[in-house]
C-alpha cells in the first residue's frame, strides 16, 4: 500500500519535471535583457531623481518608488545568481551576484551560502539549529509558542507583525546588519566572512566616489509666493557636480 502510494508520488514528480524541462535551463538573451533592464531602469530613475530634485522633492519622491521596484529587481537577479540558475556559467553568477550587492548592500557570497542553508532547513522543525538567526523562516509550534511566558508571546507577535516584518526590520537588516558576519561560523566560513568586509570596503569606494562627484552645495535661500501674495523663503539643497 505504502509502496504503490509512494510510487504514484515519484511517477507526478517526473511528469511534473518532464513538463518543466524547458524552463530549467538559464536563456542567455533573456538574462541579458532582465539585467539590461533592471541596471537600466535603476540608473536612469536615479537620475531622474537628481534633476528633479532641484525643481521639486514633491516630483523627486514619486520617482523613488519606480526605483525602489528596479532595486528589487536588481535583488532577484542577484537571488537567482546565488542559485545558479541566472547563467549557465558559474563565475558569471557570481560575477553579476557581486555587481548586484553593491546595489542591494548584501554581502553576495554570505549571503548566498546563508541562504542555500534556509532553503535546506526551512521549517524542518528537527533541523531549525541549522537555519542560524534565519528571522524570516524559523518556525515555532502552537505548543511551544502556549508554553512562552506572556511577555515572550508579545514578543513573537511584535516581531511577525507584517508592519515590523516588512517595514521595520528590512532596513535594519540590509543598512546594517549585513554589514558584519553575524551568522557566519569562524571556522568554514572565512571566504564568506571575507566576503562582507570587502563589499563593505566597495561601498565605502563607491558611495564616497559619488560623494565626491556630486556633492552637497549648501542651501540658498529664495523667495516664493504663498497663496495670500505675501513672500516666504524656502531653503533647497541642491546636488552639484563637482568640476572634472
Known sequence: MISAGLGAVILQMDQMLSGTKGFQAPILARSLGQLATSFGGFVATCTAMYLCLAVSLSITLPISVLGAGFLVRIFIIQHDCGHGSFFRSRRANDLIGS????????????????????????????????????????????????????????????????IVANLLLPPFVFAILYRVP????????????????????????????????????????????????????????VLDPAPL
Not at 210 to 224: T, W, Y
Open 99 to 162: 555587481l548586484c550587492s553593491l546595489m542591494t548592500l548584501t554581502p553576495y557570497a554570505f549571503w548566498r551560502r546563508q541562504h542555500a542553508r534556509h532553503h535546506g532547513s526551512w521549517n524542518n522543525l528537527d533541523r531549525r539549529a541549522a537555519s542560524g538567526l534565519d528571522i524570516y523562516s524559523s518556525c515555532m509550534t502552537v505548543a511551544e509558542y502556549r508554553a512562552l511566558g506572556r511577555w515572550r508571546r508579545c514578543l513573537v507577535r511584535l516581531t511577525n507583525h507584517p
Open 182 to 237: 553575524f551568522d557566519a561560523a569562524k571556522g568554514g566560513w572565512r571566504r564568506e566572512r571575507r566576503g562582507v568586509y570587502l563589499t563593505n570596503l566597495a561601498l565605502v569606494v563607491l558611495i564616497g566616489g559619488l560623494g565626491s562627484r556630486f556633492r552637497l552645495r549648501p542651501c540658498r535661500r529664495r523667495p516664493a509666493a504663498d497663496h495670500g501674495n505675501r513672500l516666504n523663503h524656502r531653503c533647497l539643497a
